[in-house]
């Protein structure tokens, strides 16, 4: 079954701080990688998607990820961060040819210093 | 385009009691996704819809918890009984999609938070 682990429950960095969040996934095969972002009282607004080609995805915001097949990770970056990036952030995973549905982990919550 | 409308924002009800949430997916999107976001947890899939069919169920509790899409576009989620354990964000999404294609984005909308007495 497929399943997603996000190791770090929370994380804070300061302001114009890199930043990393860590995703590893367990499927049989390559899935379909996604991460989403959610604002205090809001629904997943889509950061984005890894389908298939280029193993390291641009997304809005700023932010980046990169595929790592041997590691089954999906970790998330952006080179400087922004007071409004403070969010809770969750990685997630489709299976091809399956229902489309997604399988989200338990997220990260990140909080920004000024 | 206007995205996934749901209703109510927030409800608050006593245990034993029943609620309904109601969500209006994106326009021409041919499958629905209720999932249920527990504080401090991910959201779980409860049930997903293909039109007006139902797909994916397994983690419904349907002794007290029901959904319907009538006519494969709107569609209401219900609790009754609800249980202290039911208080959650109830998040409907849904996707332009192809069953077995997988390479689908789902648009969330806001969520309906339950807090159960």
């Known amino acids: 079954a497929q399943s997603v682990t996000q190791p770090d429950i929370h994380i804070t960095v300061s302001e114009g701080a890199s930043l990393e969040l860590r995703c590893n996934y367990s499927y049989g095969a390559t899935p379909y990688l996604f991460w989403y972002v959610q604002s205090p009282g809001q629904g997943l607004q889509l950061l984005l998607k890894?389908?298939?080609?280029?193993?390291l995805v641009q997304g809005i915001k700023g932010f980046e990820a990169e595929f790592k097949r041997s590691q089954s990770s999906f970790n998330l970056r952006k080179p400087s961060v922004h007071w409004s990036d403070a969010a809770e952030y969750f990685c997630a995973v489709g299976a091809p040819g399956g229902y489309n549905k997604l399988i989200f982990g338990a997220g990260t919550r990140l909080a920004v210093h000024p | 385009e206007a995205g996934v409308a749901q209703s109510p924002r927030y409800k608050i009800i006593e245990k034993r009691q029943s609620v309904a949430f109601w969500c209006n997916p994106i326009s021409g999107h041919a499958t629905l996704y209720w999932y249920q976001q527990i504080l401090g947890q991910g959201p779980k899939l409860l049930i997903q819809?293909?039109?007006?069919?139902?797909?994916?169920d397994s983690q419904l509790p349907k002794d007290r918890f029901s959904a319907e899409r009538l006519k494969g576009v709107d569609s209401t989620l219900k609790i009754q009984p609800a249980k202290l354990e039911d208080s959650a964000v109830y998040l409907c999404a849904s996707s332009l999609s192809i069953l077995g294609s997988g390479a689908n984005v789902l648009t969330f909308g806001a969520g309906s938070r339950l807090t159960v007495l």
């Open positions: 890894y389908f298939s080609g280029d193993t």
């Open positions: 819809f293909q039109n007006n069919g139902v797909v994916d």
